[in-house]
């Protein structure tokens, strides 16, 4: 079974500021997703980026971007010039290109808190 | 385009007693899973279906069942409820292709939380 872990259960940064947040995963297998979701008081899980294990080039939306290091099973998110939405619970995932019985693998999450 | 729909919202059970919680995906989408969030456990995988097949199940005993209909809806269904199921219940949905390969945009409803006292 696949595991997803995250080593920072908290992390804080000064608005405007950058601020990385760790993952690193286990898997046998070859071709699979990575995903970090954000989740905000709201409770509902949005996705921020995703990456295909397949691709070399790490994924950018706007101001977030992955470093993707597929030998080292590491996939880290950074966040540029950080806004007070971004306030939240980060949640590493990773699934399965084949489906398989876990679905989405979740690491246990870190709280972002952005100081104004 | 409606987003995916959890109900209820907030839910208070009794230990043995049953719940029905209920999911109406985005529409179009064929695929619909369940995840159970818990301080201690983080978020597990309970199971999906797609077009009314189950697909995959995480590891949960029996009392924890679903099922899909043929406009896309699911349901899940608790049976005998205990303390530890205490959960904020999410379900996501997503445009998979076929019943063997996963699509990898799932999309979250905000979830129903469950309290059993």
């Known amino acids: 079974a696949q595991t997803v872990t995250q080593s920072q259960p908290e992390m804080s940064v000064q608005e405007a500021e950058t601020v990385t947040l760790s993952c690193t995963y286990d898997?046998?297998?070859?071709?699979?997703?990575l995903f970090w979701y954000k989740q905000p008081p709201s409770r509902q899980m949005i996705l921020v980026i995703r990456?295909?294990?397949?691709?070399?080039q790490n994924a950018t939306e706007n101001r977030f971007s992955v470093n993707f290091q597929k030998a080292a099973k590491s996939f880290s998110l950074k966040i540029s010039d950080s806004q007070l939405g971004d306030a939240a619970m980060y949640f590493c995932a990773y699934r399965s290109v084949w489906g398989g019985a876990d679905g989405l693998t979740f690491g246990k999450g870190t709280h972002l808190i952005i100081q104004p | 385009k409606a987003g995916v729909t959890q109900t209820p919202r907030y839910l208070i059970k009794t230990r043995g007693q049953q719940v029905t919680l209920s999911c109406s995906p985005i529409s179009g989408h064929r695929s619909v899973s369940w995840y159970q969030q818990t301080p201690g456990q983080g978020l597990q995988f309970l199971f999906e279906?797609?077009?009314?097949?189950?697909?995959n199940k995480g590891n949960f005993p029996g009392r924890f069942s679903g099922r899909q209909f043929s406009n896309s809806r699911s349901e899940m269904n608790v049976s005998t409820l205990e303390l530890g199921d205490s959960a904020l219940y999410l379900c996501?949905?997503?445009?998979?292709?076929?019943?063997?390969?996963?699509?990898?945009?799932?999309?979250f409803g905000s979830g129903t939380q469950l309290s059993v006292l």
């Open positions: 990456q295909e294990a397949y691709k070399q």
């Open positions: 279906y797609f077009s009314e097949t189950q697909r």
């Open positions: 996501a949905s997503s445009q998979a292709g076929t019943l063997l390969a996963t699509n990898e945009k799932l999309f």
């Open positions: 898997t046998s297998e070859s071709d699979y997703y």
